[in-house]
């Protein structure tokens, strides 16, 4: 037997979803617009340095994009789901945080 069909449902307590679809459209609108500035305003020539680092900033900006679709699921009202939609956002930010220093030490031109 399926656990989670299971339990009884467990909804979130108002503005839960709102704030965490908020937070996630926040830090999408920041990603996208690095990743503006990174492919195309930054100076200097691409190399496969950056090349790297652009994946490694595309990566978390699909989970994020993921998140985004999860907290606009029907089914993340509820508490058990909110919370993986939750750690999703917290990996991709972390993602983001790691990408970003990537992305700045090949900008910089440190080896």
Do not use: H, Q
């Not at 909110?82 to 990537?102: C, E, H, N, P, Q």
């Amino acid at each position: 037997m399926d656990k989670a069909r299971d339990r009884p449902r467990s909804p979130l307590p108002p503005g839960y979803r709102e704030g965490m679809i908020t937070a996630v459209t926040v830090i999408i609108g920041f990603s996208l617009s690095f990743v503006r500035y990174w492919a195309f305003e930054a100076p200097g020539d691409w190399t496969a340095r950056s090349v790297v680092a652009l994946i490694a900033l595309l990566i978390p900006i699909a989970a994020e994009i993921y998140t985004l679709y999860r907290a606009l699921l029907v089914a993340d009202d509820d508490e058990a789901t909110y919370r993986v939609t939750v750690r999703w956002f917290i990996g991709s930010l972390f993602g983001m945080l790691a990408a970003v220093s990537l992305a700045a030490i090949v900008l910089s031109g440190r080896p």
